[in-house]
């Protein structure tokens, strides 16, 4: 075949057509010898005007005749297929008589097969031959030639589909992308026709046979696993075939992933996944699973995840790919029982020398290190620079592995995590000092009357007290203060023998200061109880309820949140530290007061709540900033007893300084009074680095791309981020990209062994070093490597995706844009649609062999992420304020700016959740759900033998029922339901619930009101007399609040009418798998992303037309 003959097109491309005048015009007298088709062999040639003789004769693509002779249907576009309206001759139809020649008899003969042998190329997945249109059957019901399924005629049994064998593939060489596809999700049946043909949709290749009376007729299986589309909204064709509905245990869900309940825990470590045969899938825990990690050489999962785990070698490679190369760092995220902890190597003497480094881009030492010469020198794979091996740091190479003689004792080049204690002054801005903490409290008439005070003072009594703290047996420091219209400060100094408390008044709110100094505000923690006491005392506060006769300052109605915002700042100016301020009403006096700005009630347009997201007033911002220049941290916990408190303004100081917003609406003692407590005590508890700074470094040819996203200090030198307080659950993602070519490793990228320096020399590399003083005053360097492996394989960056850390990555940016850059809501939730469509459309062109266009091909590790970006367009951060006043969940200004705070700060198990939450059936748990999980049945002896305690005293988490999918048909009247999004929990109860059961899960308190017993655990009094059933329930909700520690408003729904009440408020917008008011259903919208990606595909099947017949132009 030569490249330049028109008749002929290279792969991917559609073949010539004749040239588009040809189609518009009338016959025209010919000027030089004219183009003929190919024909049969023994069929003459069609003839314009005059006979001329036969030319010689090319062989058809394959499969485009049948073994009948007759040939087959085709479709505008493929090979020898005239244009819509035109006749085989080549001219258009204008209702004349046309010549017709009489068909001559041709004898049977089987289809044509390519032949075998070197230099024969099979047909091209993306050529005419492989995407030509089944035929019919003999013998079989014929085929419906609509798009999308009709509904039957009554009477008539639904048939099956069979499915039809594989056509041929490509064979795959170096750098191809032919490859033999992984094992794919398909969802689709009729394919629907080709926008702009004006041709009716070709149904899919299979049979149909009727059902037998009596019998189910389940989904046969489809090509590639596809799922017949439900029926959709078109006319009536003469001739249709019915087609069965999509089966809705058949969709891809988180919850098909599960293993059974009470399944012992799995190991997973990075080879396990890498691997992997071409065959089988690689393993890849999702964030909430319960799984051991281990670290073979590549930091664990729950420190640094990547969006894929295979990076193409070519910048090309992953551009064209459209899956986003991003890391998802927690670089100080809990270990979880079983699991080593990281390695700590001491340099702390500064006379035997630091961490060995790159003398050229100073990273630090990892398994991919390769040392030579005797171990006299070493490779860096940051740089590849050949560095001299320090003489504290030689050691001579094994004859027989090429591997150090140390290699198992030192931890650097051994695992992928490591902790560094240093000594040398390099490593300090200051001298260390101990940490220090500050609880500030509002009490305005507003958070005294709610009740907010007395829960806030009683649970930081319960916190230091318990020594939750980090740091308090290493002498950290406490300091106390309160807030109205004035500042209220508590010096006691002397308070543990027997000195009374001193309270110091600085009503000049407008340029506030510390009366009492660094000295007299921070406190020991036996001395910080005691003015906890007192500050109860002098705001008339009792014990865990209000008192309506509080003192005159306590009567104040208004609140200079601001002003303490900005003494906090002078009080850290000396020390850095944490502070946790509680605050129940808008700041309308001193610093940085707000206004009311009418952000109470949904609703007014996209453009009136873009306007109420903008901060109102930039203080906020800038304070933010100079809280993480004197190295303090803010934690905010919003708890408004009005309707609005500007959550979009004040979430700017802890995004700007590395802290948290957490929101209480509509505060209630009774009810949010726990949940207040549990996050206070995780937010106490969860700090791990002070004064810190991050770096993150990459091998040759990644780069990093954009901004990171997190709550964080600002970038202060080049890519360093400074982060004041780092705690278990901050998170940063941070994008990459590909510059240029990366280098290849001759062993290839599948089935090679990870254990050692010089396997994992050659992988990309991703690192991650943290500087920072822990808890104890002493300085250390925390080091992730997570290494990837090169692909030159397209299908490999599919196959290796992570769906938890792309849909993190996808769900913080589109926040960031929201919440940050006004990005309007419509316009993210498009980009993020378009973003899915264009990764399914990519692999669907390049990943695949022969699919019918009827059905959606969705990669394996990717299958979720459709149902993960719908459930976040419908979350709370993300839908459509009308939408929410028709289902009666009105989403204020505040509730999206909490949850949009929510995306941009939580973990990558946060947001998985916040996207599809997990709803539970509990009102008869399995026997194997609610108690410890059995142990595993092959203890790792390599990953430390670690076998921690849980909160239980036992050495296994406690076993979760397994998850239901997220629509209203799982609201059966018997059912009680529990459902979680990591912010919100609600307990559903069905009308048809037993008593007995549902007291197990709810208590009835005052005034008719019921409670979930387990959440609200901190009274003691609420989990007595439980059931067999009932203590298991308390166990499995009291392991949800330790995973989720900033859930907030539990709820209790009881069902009255379907949809209504607290149903349609808290738990119908939970059900994202249902059609809401302009929403899609979860079937709906994947039939809305396929029609994206055929159209993609119609589209560069136009632009190929198009080059082709620019070529023609240029060779004529």
């Known amino acids: 075949m030569q490249s330049h003959d028109p008749r002929y097109a290279p792969p991917g491309r559609a073949p010539y ?150 056509g041929p593939r490509s064979v795959p060489g170096p750098g191809s992308y032919g490859a033999p596809p992984p094992q794919g999700a398909a969802i689709g049946g009729y394919a629907p026709p080709r926008p702009g043909t004006g041709m009716r949709p070709v149904p899919p290749t299979g049979s149909a046979r009727p059902v037998p009376p009596g019998y189910t007729n389940p989904a046969a299986p489809q090509p590639n696993g596809a799922l017949p589309y439900p029926p959709a909204q078109q006319e009536a064709q003469p001739t249709q075939a019915p087609q069965q509905k999509i089966q809705p245990a058949s969709m891809p869900r988180p919850c098909a992933l599960e293993k059974p309940v009470g399944t012992p825990r799995d190991y997973y470590h990075r080879g396990m996944s890498l691997g992997a045969s071409s065959g089988s899938m690689p393993i890849l825990p999702n964030s909430n699973s319960d799984v051991i990690t281990v670290d073979d050489g590549s930091a664990r999962l729950r420190f640094m995840r990547m969006t894929t785990n295979s990076i193409g070698s070519e910048p090309s490679l992953m551009s064209k790919s459209g899956v986003p190369l991003a890391v998802v760092m927690q670089p100080f995220a809990n270990t979880v029982p079983g699991e080593a902890p990281v390695p700590v190597v001491d340099f702390s003497n500064p006379h035997v020398g630091g961490p060995l480094r790159c003398e050229r881009c100073y990273g630090y030492a990892n398994p991919g290190f390769k040392f030579m010469s005797g171990g006299s020198q070493f490779q860096c794979n940051l740089c590849y620079h050949t560095n001299t091996t320090p003489t504290e740091h030689f050691s001579a190479i094994s004859p027989a592995t090429g591997q150090r003689m140390d290699a198992d004792t030192r931890h650097e080049l051994r695992v992928g995590s490591v902790d560094y204690i240093v000594g040398s002054k390099d490593y300090l801005s200051r001298p260390p000092k101990p940490a220090c903490y500050l609880f500030a409290i509002d009490v305005s008439h507003g958070a005294v009357a709610s009740g907010l005070a007395s829960a806030a003072m009683m649970s930081i009594k319960s916190v230091i007290g318990a020594g939750l703290l980090p740091g308090s047996r290493e002498g950290a420091r406490v300091a106390i203060m309160t807030f109205d219209k004035t500042l209220h400060f508590f010096d006691g100094r002397g308070a543990d023998e027997g000195k009374t408390v001193t309270v110091q008044y600085v009503p000049d709110v407008m340029d506030p200061f510390v009366p009492t100094g660094g000295g007299g505000l921070f406190l020991t923690p036996a001395q910080a109880i005691v003015a906890v006491d007192t500050a109860r005392e002098t705001h008339g506060l009792d014990a865990g309820q209000q008192n309506p006769n509080a003192t005159v300052k306590a009567t104040s109605a208004e609140s200079a949140l601001g002003s303490a915002l900005e003494v906090i700042k002078k009080a850290f100016t000396d020390c850095g530290g944490k502070a946790y301020v509680v605050a129940g009403s808008l700041p309308t006096v001193g610093v940085s007061k707000l206004e009311r700005r009418g952000g109470g009630a949904a609703g007014g347009g996209e453009d009136r709540e873009m306007g109420l997201l903008k901060e109102a007033f930039p203080n906020y911002e800038i304070l933010g900033c100079e809280l993480a220049d004197v190295q303090a941290s803010v934690d905010l916990f919003l708890a408004p007893s009005s309707v609005y408190i500007d959550a979009a303004t004040l979430s700017r100081v802890p995004r700007a300084c590395g802290g948290r917003m957490h929101l209480f609406q509509g505060f209630d003692p009774v009810r949010d009074g726990a949940s207040l407590h549990r996050a206070l005590c995780a937010a106490a508890s969860g700090p791990r680095a002070f004064e810190s700074l991050l770096r993150v470094r990459t091998s040759p040819g990644l780069e990093a791309r954009g901004e990171f996203i997190g709550h964080f200090g600002r970038p202060q030198r080049g890519d360093d981020v400074a982060g004041p307080v780092f705690d278990a659950d901050s998170t940063l993602v941070l994008e990459l990209n590909v510059t240029s070519k990366l280098s290849e490793d001759d062993r290839g990228s599948q089935n090679r062994p990870y254990a050692g320096t010089a396997s994992l020399y050659d992988d990309a590399c991703v690192q991650c070093a943290i500087l920072f003083t822990d808890c104890a005053g002493r300085r250390r360097i925390r080091v992730h490597t997570q290494f990837a492996s090169k692909t030159t394989v397209l299908q490999e960056v599919f196959r290796h995706a992570d769906v938890d850390a792309l849909g993190s990555f996808l769900s913080k940016k589109a926040a960031s844009a929201a919440l940050v850059g006004g990005t309007a809501f419509s316009k993210a939730c498009q980009a993020l649609t378009e973003k899915t469509a264009q990764m399914l459309y990519v692999y669907r062109k390049h990943c695949t062999t022969q699919s019918l266009s009827g059905q959606l091909i969705l990669p394996e590790a990717l299958k979720v992420l459709p149902l993960l970006i719908l459930g976040l367009t419908k979350s709370a951060a993300f839908r459509k304020s009308s939408i929410s006043m028709q289902s009666g969940d009105a989403v204020t200004a505040d509730e999206r700016a909490g949850s949009l705070s929510f995306l941009i700060s939580g973990t990558a198990a946060d947001v998985v959740a916040m996207c599809y939450p997990r709803m539970y059936e509990i009102q008869d748990l399995p026997e194997e759900a609610g108690v410890p999980l059995p142990p595993p049945a092959n203890p790792i002896v390599s990953n430390g033998g670690a076998m921690g305690k849980g909160p239980d005293g036992s050495a296994e988490p406690i076993a979760m029922p397994n998850t239901l999918p997220l629509s209203s048909e799982s609201l059966t009247e018997k059912r009680i339901l529990l459902i979680e999004n990591g912010m919100q929990m609600v307990v559903w109860l069905g009308s048809m619930v037993e008593k007995s059961a549902a007291q197990d899960v709810v208590a009835q308190v005052g005034g008719g009101r019921l409670l979930i017993r387990a959440e609200t655990a901190g009274s003691g009094t609420l989990t007595k007399g439980l059931g067999e059933n009932g203590k298991r329930v308390s166990k499995v909700i009291e392991r949800i609040c330790q995973q989720r520690n900033r859930l907030s408003r539990p709820q209790v729904v009881l069902r009255n009418a379907p949809g209504a009440g607290g149903e349609g408020k808290f738990v119908m917008p939970l059900l994202v798998e249902d059609r809401n008011a302009g929403t899609h259903s979860y079937v709906e919208y994947l039939r809305h992303v396929h029609k994206r990606v055929m159209e993609k595909m119609a589209n560069d099947t136009a632009q190929s037309d198009m080059q082709t017949w620019e070529m023609l132009n240029h060779g004529y």
């Open 17 to 166: 057509q004749g040239p588009p005048s040809a189609a518009m015009a009338g016959p025209q007298p010919p000027s030089g010898p004219p183009m003929q088709r190919p024909m049969p062999p023994g069929q003459p040639p069609q003839q314009h005007g005059r006979p001329m003789p036969r030319p010689q004769q090319r062989p058809m693509p394959p499969q485009a005749y049948s073994g009948t002779g007759q040939s087959i249907p085709q479709q505008p576009g493929m090979y020898g297929a005239p244009p819509p309206n035109q006749q085989p001759n080549g001219h258009m139809s204008r209702g004349m008589p046309q010549a017709q020649q009489p068909p001559i008899p041709q004898p049977a003969r089987p289809m044509y097969q390519p032949p075998s042998g070197p230099g024969v190329r099979p047909p091209y997945p993306g050529s005419a031959a492989a995407a030509m249109p089944p035929q019919q059957v003999p013998g079989q019901p014929p085929q419906q030639m609509g798009g999308y399924p009709q509904p039957m005629r009554p009477g008539y049994p639904s048939p099956p589909t069979t499915a039809s064998p594989p």
